[in-house]
Every structure is written in C-alpha cells, then in structure tokens.
C-alpha cells in the first residue's frame, strides 16, 4: 500500500509539495480549510517581476495536482502520534493515518486597522494591497473614482515595534512598485508616489521593475514613513512623512493611499501544532529546525514545514521549498 | 511693536502647491532624470562638492520640492568637470542636466 503524507494547506506550498511526492509514488492527501485550493495567489492578478497572470499558474498547479486526495472545506481538528505514525481527527469526521505530516498553512495579511495612525476603516480612500489587487482582477471598488493622486504605503505592521513585527515582509516592496505601475497603466493622468524606509528588490528582475517604475512609470519613491494620515472636508487624505533624503517633512494631498500589509503568520493552525510539538520563532512563524540545511525539518521527526508558514516569501521562494520538502520526506521515508 | 514673539514659517514642503515646471521640461529631454536612487556618488565624487555644499542629487530632490531658486544658485559651484557622470551607476548624463537646467 502507498504510504500516506497528510499536507495541512492547499496553497502554492502545499499544492506543489503534494505534486512532487505523487510523483514519488507515494500518497499525498491535502486538507485545506477553505473552498479551493490555491491559497494566496488565487487572490493574485499579476504577479511580480514580470507582471505575468497569477490565474495561469493556478491553473497549472491545479492541473497538476489532478488525481491527488483533496479534502475542501475541511480542518484537521485533532492529531496524534503513534510511534511513526500519525492519526488525524477531520473536522468531516474521517480519520486519516499518515506516516508523515506537512504543514504547509502559509500566512495571514496584517490586520491595517491595527495601524491607525493611518485611518484604514476610518476614513473612506484609505485601502489594502490585497483589496487593491481584488480591484485589478474584477475592475471594481468604490473607493477607486478616478483618482489624480496616489500614495502607497510601505512596511505596514512590519519592521514595526508598535505591532510588534520587528521582521521585514520581503514581498510587499516589490509588490508597492508592482502596483504602482498598475495603477499607472489604468490612470495614466495621476501622480503616484510610494513612501518606503528601504527599497528591498532582492529578486531577478525585481531591480529591472524598479527602474521601469521610474522611467516608464514616472511613480515617485520618496524615503520616509508617513506617520499620520487624516482627512479634509472634501474627503480627501492628507498625509504627513519626512523626505528623508530631502531633510524636511512633507505634506501632500491624496485621493487614495495604499497600505502595503505585512504577512505575518497564520495563526488558525496554532492548536494542531501544539500538538505536533512544534513552536513559533521570534517572529511567530513556525519554527523550522535550522534556518540553512534544516528548513524543511521541524524538532519533530516526520513533521515537516514549507512556504510562507516559516517566514514571509515569494511565490518562487515557496515553490523551491515545496519540492526540497518533497525529497525531504521521501529520504524520512526511506530511512 | 514688539509682542517679543513672531510667527515661524512652516518647514513642511507643501507637495500640493509645488511647481514642476522646470522639472517636467527637464524630463522631456532627460528621462533617465526619473531614475535617480539618490546613492550620493555624484555628490561624494563632486570636485566642486569639496569646497561647496554642491550636490547633484540634492539639486534633483530640490526641483521636485519646490526650491527651483535654491536648486539654481547651487550649480553655479558646478565646473564641468564630468566626474559625476562618470560614477552614476544608473548612468545618468548628469553634466548635461546640469547644462540644460541652466538652459
Ligand atoms: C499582497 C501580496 C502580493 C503578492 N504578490 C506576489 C507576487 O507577485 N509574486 C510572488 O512571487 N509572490 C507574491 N506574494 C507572495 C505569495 O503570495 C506567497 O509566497 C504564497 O502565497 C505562499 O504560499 P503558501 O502556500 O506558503 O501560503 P498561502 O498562500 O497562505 O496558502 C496557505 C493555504 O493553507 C490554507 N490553510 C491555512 N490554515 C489552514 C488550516 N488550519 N487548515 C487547513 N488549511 C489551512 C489556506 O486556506 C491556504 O489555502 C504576494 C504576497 C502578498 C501579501
Ligand atoms: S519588503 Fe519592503 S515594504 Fe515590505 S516590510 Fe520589507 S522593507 Fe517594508
Ligand atoms: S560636473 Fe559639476 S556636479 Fe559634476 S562632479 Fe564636476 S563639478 Fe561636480
Ligand atoms: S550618482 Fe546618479 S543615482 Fe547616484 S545620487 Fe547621483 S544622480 Fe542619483
């Protein structure tokens, strides 16, 4: 009989890592908690660097996990161990009995009413990046009239004490600049500006949509936080930040900001975690073993970790740790 | 009379009242003036910059900001020399910038 690896999660990780492993000939079951597999770029409409279909990729991992156990809508509400095995508890009621687990519950976007300096929830024009990318997918949000004046926000409930997210969200710099041009191509008459402490492109091609932001884009980075935003009577935002390349603060008049919300860790599978015996690192992603040669590997044996739920990262970070998890669980297996 | 206090002025740049003017024409002809990323390579390489507050990077942010006169007394310390253009990692042709703004 195939042995069977339950993966916690239906995202890019968890999609990918059960991929592989059938590929392998071993029994990849994937429980995922909401009514589709796909996670967070299926709420994606183009992706960075290259501004490509997020839609496309789903649809090929979706195809590749054609034929592989998937269990929607579901939750593993209890696990245990029983030397090297586990037995889960669904919340459909099936037990399902595995030789290894996967947890693969990726992240949760920070919560921008926490931040309310910047008025999220108080005042009308004030929106996220994840609702910003639901308006390039659909074409539709109220808050979006034609706006001459555009501001995006960096680093919002990250590298930030007051929220205590002391870490850097690694996507959302390249995500500001990634919509920023977007926002371009629909409103070509606007000035768009995006606030940022640090310009962090770490990727390929990710330094080349930084100089097409600017050259092509014409969208203005200036260096400081805003600290406050309000609103005037005719409900416009104003907002207050410091040029720090300039030295002087400044203020400007906007029809809509954008706040680029931090990932920070999905905290739904706590419980089922505990249980596993597996912990939170500083920064409240799941702890994996070693951060070099143990990424995958947790301080359980047959426990396992991929994608965002460790750390914030991108779609191809993800990918990448998907598969070693894969080959990871395939040597565990064959020990 | 004396009340023994005065208003300051703000120090705030007040972005919505700022005129672009200069700076959009300069753009016409120069777009890679977008592309600065304010590295301080033009201004630390600057001969002129030894001696004067003379900063290429700073003579940018000051057309975008508002402070077009200050922007134009400060590139009368420029001498010509190039240099700047010669370190600009994103390659921009800063002397002749600096020609046009004058211009
Ligand atoms: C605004 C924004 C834009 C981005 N744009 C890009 C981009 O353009 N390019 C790029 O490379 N990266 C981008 N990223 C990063 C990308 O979204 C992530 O790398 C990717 O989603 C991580 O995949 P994941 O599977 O680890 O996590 P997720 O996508 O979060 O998937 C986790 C899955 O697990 C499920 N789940 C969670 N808890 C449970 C539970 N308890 N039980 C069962 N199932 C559960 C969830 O429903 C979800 O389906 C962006 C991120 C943000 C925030
Ligand atoms: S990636 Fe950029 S916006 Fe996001 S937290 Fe890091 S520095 Fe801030
Ligand atoms: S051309 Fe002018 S600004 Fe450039 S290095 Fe020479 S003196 Fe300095
Ligand atoms: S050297 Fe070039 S990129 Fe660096 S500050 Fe000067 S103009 Fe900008």
Redesign the pocket.
Known sequence: MKENILIIGGGAAGMEAATQLHKMGLNPIIVEKSEALGGHIAQWDRLFPAFHPAKDVVEKMLDQVKGIDVRLNTEVVDIHRDNNSFHAILSNNETIDAKAVILATGFDIFKAERKQEYGYGIYNNVMTSVELEKYFRTGKDERINHPKKIGFV??VG??DVKVCNT????????T?LKQACEIKEVFPDAEVYTF?????MFGPGYEDLYLKTQKDFDVKCVRGRVCEVSEDMDGKLVIKAEDTLFGKPLKMTLDLLVL?C?MEKNKSIDAIQQKLGVGNNSDGFMQNKDMYLGMNDTAQDGVFVAGACTAPKSLPDTIGEARSVATQVYNYLKR | MDFGFCLSPSSHVKMDSVDLTTFNRLKETNPDINTCIACGSCTATCTAGHFTEMSFRRILLMLQRGKEDEAKKMIQHCMLCGKCTLVCPRGINIRKILLDITR
């Open positions: 960096h680093c990250a590298r870490y850097c969200s690694k996507v959302c710099c390249t500001a940022y402490m640090d310009l962090r680029m931090s």
